[in-house]
């Protein structure tokens, strides 16, 4: 498709996805940068891991809340799910299955990669949710459909997040268990919007195991 945040930079990091075991696809926030995602690859520190943070025009992958109704972030949000697309693929392409390919994401940034997930659903090495969730009104009612097959999905949250409330947190737990998927919620008492050493030591430990045969 032809949209926003298509022909946009993408920043990489890590392994060559040529001679990579894994890929993460990192999803920048709101305001942020791809530059400035793949920051994380370092904190992380496992080896043979491919990275690849799209850029989203002007720094907003869409223009509205997360929990607007979606027609109001149209069509940002169609041109943003194909970005994170685009990056899976590519991966693909070099030769790493889906299984062994994680949508990372922080803020914007997570409600965009669940919102990918769910909709796409496979076996993926796993998605990563750094204070988001699936998108929509609080209140909807999802039905997305499919078959994660035991997907690992991590949702890591405060319980007094300013942007994310910690009911779609929840509701997004729901989703993915109902998809099929091995749900790690965490929420952290007074953390803010942020990330935690708590978070990347479960992505450190996800990449590990996906890396390890």
Sequence with gaps: ????????????????????????????????????MVGIAEDIGVDGVAYRAPQAARGSWYPNRFIAPIEQNEPHLASA???????????????????????????????LGSEFVARTTRRY??????????????????????????????????????????????????????LGGEVEERIYEGMGHTINADEIGYVRELLSDLTSD
């Design 1 to 36: 498709m032809s949209g926003p945040h298509q022909n946009q930079p993408v920043a990489t990091a890590g392994t060559a996805p040529e001679d990579a075991q894994a890929g993460v696809v990192l999803v920048h926030g709101r305001g942020a940068t791809a530059r400035g």
């Design 81 to 111: 799910l194909q970005a994170v697309s685009d990056s899976v693929e590519s991966f693909v392409d070099a030769g790493i299955p889906y299984d062994r390919i994680v949508v990372l994401g922080f803020s914007q940034g997570a409600c």
């Design 125 to 178: 090495g796993g998605v990563v949710a750094f204070s988001g969730g699936l998108i929509g009104p609080l209140g909807s009612e999802f039905d997305h459909e499919g078959d994660l097959e035991g997907t690992p999905v991590f949702l890591g949250c405060s319980d007094s997040d300013p942007h994310i409330p910690v009911e779609r947190v929840h509701e997004t737990r729901d989703v993915f268990e109902r």
